[in-house]
């Protein structure tokens, strides 16, 4: 990892591999974005909704989108949401 990344740029990175690791859950921001932009489908929703509330962040939504996906139309809708990353203050609060 780059040496000339801000704590708060670590932490929004650490916080978008750990929702990245979730199933169905995408991120599509830049991975040190202030603002995380996150895909997800609804499967999955429950999943990265609670993983949010436990880390203690307030996840906006934005729109709904749609995503390649291995369905027969070939494509899949999906919940985009925002997380501001300066609202997560310490990163032992999503460490696994
Ligand atoms: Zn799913």
Redesign the pocket.
Known sequence: MAANVSPQQAVAQQLARHLGAL??VFVVSEPAATRLRIE?????KH?LLGELQAIGVTPRFINLTFRIDATPTGRRAAEVYEVDTTSVKKLKNFAR
Do not use: L, P, T, V
């Open positions: 199933e169905h997800c489908f609804a499967c999955c999943e």
